[in-house]
C-alpha cells in the first residue's frame, strides 16, 4: 500500500486499523508519479498493482472496491496464478 501522507500519519492509519502490511510514505509524491497513480486533487489513486517476484506488472486494477478489496486481491492473485508464499 502506499500513500502521499506521512510517515506518522501512515503510522497512526495503521495503528488505528490494525495493519498488519507495510504502507509506503510517498508525500513528495515522487513514487505516485512514476507509477502514474497521482490524482489531479494531488492523492493517490485507489489502484492495485500485481508484480511478480522478477518485479514484472501483470496487471493493473484501476476499479477497487474498498469495501471488497481484499476479495478482489485474491481472486485476481488466483487469475494471475501467483502462489501463496507459507
Do not use: H
Not at 48 to 68: C, H, L, M, P, S
Amino acid at each position: 500500500m502506499a500513500s502521499t501522507d506521512t510517515l506518522e500519519d501512515n503510522t497512526g492509519f495503521a495503528e488505528k486499523n490494525g495493519a498488519t502490511f507495510p504502507i509506503l510514505a510517498d508525500p513528495n509524491k515522487t513514487m505516485c508519479e512514476a507509477y502514474g497513480v497521482l490524482s489531479a486533487r494531488g492523492y493517490a489513486n485507489r489502484w492495485t498493482f500485481y508484480i511478480d517476484k522478477a518485479g514484472v506488472i501483470q496487471k493493473i486494477d484501476k476499479q477497487v472496491n474498498v469495501r471488497e478489496a481484499g476479495k478482489q486481491l485474491v481472486e485476481n492473485m488466483d487469475a494471475l496464478n501467483f502462489q501463496q508464499e507459507t
